[in-house]
């Protein structure tokens, strides 16, 4: 079974500051990698996604996302953050070959940005 | 880009009562949706995958029987809390799966459902 880690729990960091959120996953096979952001009070709304090719993926509002298939992993990452990127951030992952097509989360990350 | 809409976005419910969530894909058609369940500062647990026209599969721990999911169609799939008690009170999410592998596919949420039993 698919299995999704966020290392991070709660990261806080000042306006400016790079950022770079953990992600890694258990699955043997072909996998989609997606990062989702939920600010207060909203839905999931999409940041990025990985299907195939360049392993480095340029998403919304600034974020980027590099897969390493030898790591099993796929780290968010941002180069100076702003007061409007606090919020909640998952990661997910879904195996391209099962006909089920669910998606697993990970525990997600709080990011808290002080101005 | 793709739209769900779920309703209602928040319900307030007795002990014992029903309740039912829908979720509509409003343009486009979603042969498969979920449906997740979200605990305060936690992460999205998927309760059960929902296929038009077919029997939902549920996850492991999931009451079957207390949580009722029907798709009937290619734009809806409706979410039943069945004798509702408190410890169901949550955030419940539903996702509708869209495009086929490597075009436009991509999962589209809902809003969220706040439940609260009381």
């Known amino acids: 079974a698919q299995s999704v880690s966020q290392h991070n729990h709660h990261v806080i960091l000042s306006e400016a500051a790079s950022l770079e959120l953990g992600c890694n996953y258990s699955y043997g096979g072909t996998v989609n990698l997606f990062w989702y952001v939920q600010y207060p009070g909203q839905h999931l709304q999409l940041l990025l996604k990985y299907f195939s090719g360049d392993p480095l993926v340029k998403g919304i509002k600034g974020f980027e996302a590099e897969f390493i298939k030898s790591k099993f992993s796929f780290n968010l990452r941002k180069p100076s953050v702003q007061w409007s990127d606090t919020a909640e951030y998952f990661c997910a992952v879904n195996a391209r070959e099962m006909r089920a097509q669910k998606l697993v989360f990970g525990q997600g990350t709080r990011l808290t940005i002080n101005p | 880009g793709a739209v769900v809409s779920q309703h209602p976005s928040w319900v307030i419910c007795k002990s014992g009562t029903s309740v039912k969530i829908e979720c509509r894909s409003l343009d486009f058609q979603a042969t498969t949706m979920f449906w997740y369940r979200q605990f305060p500062k936690q992460s999205l647990m998927l309760m059960a995958t929902?296929?038009?026209?077919?029997?939902?599969?549920?996850e492991q721990g999931v009451e079957k029987d207390k949580f009722l999911i029907n798709h009937a169609s290619l734009t809806l799939s409706t979410l039943t809390v069945t004798s509702a008690h408190p410890e169901d009170s949550s955030f419940y999410i539903c996702?509708?799966?869209?495009?086929?592998?490597?075009?436009?596919?991509?999962?589209?949420f809902g809003s969220g459902t706040r439940l609260t039993v009381v």
């Open positions: 996702s509708a799966l869209s495009g086929r592998q490597g075009f436009n596919y991509g999962y589209t």
């Open positions: 929902s296929n038009e026209g077919s029997k939902a599969t549920y």
